[in-house]
């Protein structure tokens, strides 16, 4: 990714395994900042954009393609949304909060496409965030949880799979700068105080 920042804004990105509560934390947080008068725009990928929709699409079993063309769906969708929303919101000096990212599209790999030097090179263009906060919740709990959404899902299939994939951010959160880890069992209110507190460190840092 690239290091390098222009911008008078802030870009935070929230990653962790599905059924971790990534989007609920990151929307607390775009609230809570908004409330304390700044100005935040709160984004997710897949996108709601043309490419963003063939991605869900593919996810929820409608159409079949390719784990390589998956990925390559992912980075234009990644792409544009840097281009279309991302950049203009961070050039404005805005805090642009982002559910999803380019870790989570590295740590997925590990059950897609399996090559990791290939995703990186697709990747490595894209701006890096300023902050990224991790959220730490059990491959099992996590399992349960999408258990309990997809009924089809099975359980025990599901939960190998995560301990992979949180394996790679681990792996990732050691390799990149400024990645929290947050530990996602607690109650909302210790996580979203300390995800606050390491936001406005950032932003202090900022000014």
Known sequence: MIKRRTHPGLFIAFEGL??????????????????DGYRVVLRHEPTNSMIGGLIRARLAGEWEIAPETLQLLFTAD???????????GLEAGKIVICDRYVLSALAYNVVLVNDREWLRALNKRFLKPDVTFLIQVDPKICARRLKEMHLELELHREESKLKHVWREYQALAAEFDGVHVIDGERDDVAIIDEIAERAKEALNERA
Not at 19 to 35: F, N, Q
């Open 18 to 35: 599905d059924g971790s509560g990534s989007d609920i934390h990151a929307a607390a947080l775009a609230r809570l900042l908004s409330r």
């Open 78 to 88: 990644r792409a544009e949304h840097l281009r279309s929303m991302i950049l203009p």
